[in-house]
């Protein structure tokens, strides 16, 4: 066994590893063996799909309560040397910000080596409300050095590819809260009736220390928040993620800065992107679908992430008798990217659209990539090829 990896030697049983996961003779047990430990649970690859169906109240559902598996974390974090934190491609507010989040919480409460990986770099336009962490590319670190590694958010896109890598004694876990995930890992904390992994984070750590946020953490924590939850605006608000948002607010955390930030300060550029993109709008009655289509030469016009392109479909799911919103754009130069979007009075499940066309995500909002090109035609309309 690789010597770096050899610092404790213990098996755990599933009574040791839940019951007495933190106490002072169990601190030397070796990452490999708890991770025996935790594959014979019979939890491993945990995900709690409370919803299912293609209509229903997606989240008046119960919150699963994550204690042992929390517990489990807590002490894999405790006896790990290097931690490798995964946000997915392309990362949004929750993806950033549950990463971001979790390093500078390992760092601070539990001293260790940690690395963020993600095959983009942090977004230009988070840096303002985010505290930067670089972010290195998966094809440029040694994963050899990682015993533990964490996908945090949307994991089947990036955090699938990189886990294959891993060494086998490396524990592997994923926190969501998207329903379709299927990647298996040794711990999942999974549930969609959280409105942003953030929200789990949260959950995680208020349950291990009295006093678990600064203001990194805390406005971390707020921006994935508030992200996946349209700035309040989504079904996913409940009064439950207002108090956590309202703890955050007393912990440095600012509403006002992330808001005015990121959703209402607009560049000239990004606005006559997407007024094109409203005036190629499309709407079919029959069904209530509204399509618009932003070309490659508009994507390289846009100075924002591509991220960013996905409001459009928020704002066309306001106009009267709109039931689901697709804006597809030119991602490169064959592949093509769409983001699906419904509010919850429309009745509508737009990740099963999603899943048909190879994507997956939230009931409310999915997006999807399939290879193509968007071409403009005569007349001002456009079409796939």
Not at 261 to 290: C, D, M, Q, Y
Not at 293 to 314: F, G, K, P, Y
Request: overall charge neutral; some cysteine; glycine content about 6%.
């Amino acid at each position: 066994m690789d010597s770096k990896h050899s610092h404790t030697k213990k098996i755990l049983s599933k009574k040791h590893c839940i019951k007495n996961c933190i106490s002072k003779s169990s601190r030397k047990s070796h990452l490999s063996m708890i991770k025996q430990g935790i594959m014979s649970m019979h939890w491993r690859n945990y995900h709690c799909n409370i919803r299912d169906d293609l209509y229903c109240d997606t989240y008046m559902t119960q919150k699963h309560d994550f204690y042992k598996e929390f517990n489990t974390l807590d002490y894999v974090l405790k006896n790990a040397r290097s931690v490798l934190l995964m946000p997915h491609m392309n990362p949004d507010l929750d993806a950033v910000g549950s990463v971001v989040a979790f390093f500078y919480f390992i760092k601070k409460f539990y001293k260790k080596d940690v690395v963020i990986a993600c095959f983009d770099a942090f977004p230009d336009t988070m840096k303002g409300v985010i505290s930067h962490v670089e972010f290195a590319h998966p094809d440029n670190l040694d994963l050899t050095q990682f015993d533990v590694a964490i996908g945090c958010d949307s994991v089947e896109r990036g955090f699938h590819t990189l886990i294959k890598k891993l060494p086998k004694d490396c524990v592997t876990i994923t926190i969501d809260h998207h329903h379709d995930i299927t990647l298996e890992a040794d711990i999942s904390m999974i549930d969609s009736a959280y409105a942003a992994t953030c929200e789990i984070l949260y959950d995680f750590f208020v349950s291990r220390v009295p006093h678990p946020f600064d203001k990194n953490i805390a406005m971390a924590l707020l921006a994935g928040i508030i992200g996946d939850t349209g700035a309040f605006q989504h079904a996913n608000t409940s009064s439950d993620i207002l108090a956590k948002v309202a703890h955050l607010i007393k912990n440095g955390a600012s509403i006002t800065k992330i808001i005015s930030t990121l959703f209402t300060n607009r560049e000239i550029e990004t606005l006559n992107v997407w007024g094109s993109a409203l005036e190629h709008t499309k709407f079919f009655p029959e069904s209530g679908l509204a399509v618009t289509a932003i070309t490659q030469e508009n994507v390289a016009r846009h100075r924002d992430s591509l991220v960013e392109l996905s409001n459009i479909a928020s704002m066309l799911t306001t106009v009267p008798r709109v039931r689901v919103a697709l804006v597809i754009y030119q991602a490169d130069t064959n592949m093509i990217k769409g983001s699906l979007r419904a509010e919850k009075h429309a009745d509508m499940d737009v990740s099963a659209i999603a899943h048909t066309l190879g994507g997956g995500g939230h009931p409310l909002a999915s997006g999807f990539s399939m290879p193509g090109r968007i071409e403009e035609v005569q007349g001002g309309g456009w079409r796939i090829v």
